[in-house]
């Protein structure tokens, strides 16, 4: 798995039952196509997605994103830079979880200072910034990474509510 692997699957997640082709994702996540090719195999292989590789696997996928995400793919923050909000500072979870750090996607356009969390890919803030439903889904992954339990166990439910997830086995 790569990090771009997991912005793709988000975007899929997106468009629910939409139709939709590789070089669509690419232009909308600002990714190549190549690379999206790529990461739509690579989740296949993984369980992540079906075998024709276009239903999103939403079970499998919350499972690996509740339990594996945030040590497959670290976090640490950085600096104190201007950028764009995510994990508890931007929506949903700004307006459930009141704290006093900002976390930010550095961006020389962006409104907001706050310590530096580096994005799963260099296209996600231009993405995120064309897609609302896609940024708040970002938000909520960064919060896996970086918050605190209360922090994951929020963003966790709010994943399982806005994936569709339901109790039953099938995905």
Avoid: C
């Avoid at 793709?8 to 994702?25: E, H, R, S, Y």
């Avoid at 989740?43 to 995400?69: I, P, V, Y």
């Avoid at 605190?148 to 509510?161: C, D, G, H, V, W």
Wanted: hydrophobic content about 40%; proline content about 6%.
């Amino acid at each position: 798995m790569r990090p771009q692997d997991v912005v793709v699957l988000l975007k899929i997640a997106t468009l629910k039952d939409q139709n939709w082709f590789g070089k669509d994702l690419a232009t909308a996540l600002f990714i190549s196509s190549s690379e999206v090719s790529e990461s739509l195999n690579r989740s296949a292989f993984a369980g992540l997605l079906d075998a024709d590789k276009r239903k999103l696997m939403k079970q499998t996928f919350l499972e690996f994103l509740e339990h594996g995400f945030k040590y497959v793919f670290p976090l640490k923050p950085g600096p104190i830079v201007r950028g764009m909000p995510t994990a508890h500072s931007a929506p949903p979870l700004n307006k459930l979880i009141q704290s006093q750090e900002i976390y930010v996607w550095p961006d020389a356009l962006g409104e907001h200072r706050g310590q530096a969390i580096e994005p799963l890919h260099p296209g996600v803030i231009k993405a995120a910034k064309l897609d609302s439903e896609l940024y708040e889904l970002l938000s909520l992954i960064d919060a896996l990474r970086i918050g605190r339990t209360r922090e994951q166990q929020i963003a966790m439910q709010e994943l399982k509510n806005r994936l569709g997830y339901s109790n039953e086995k099938k995905n």
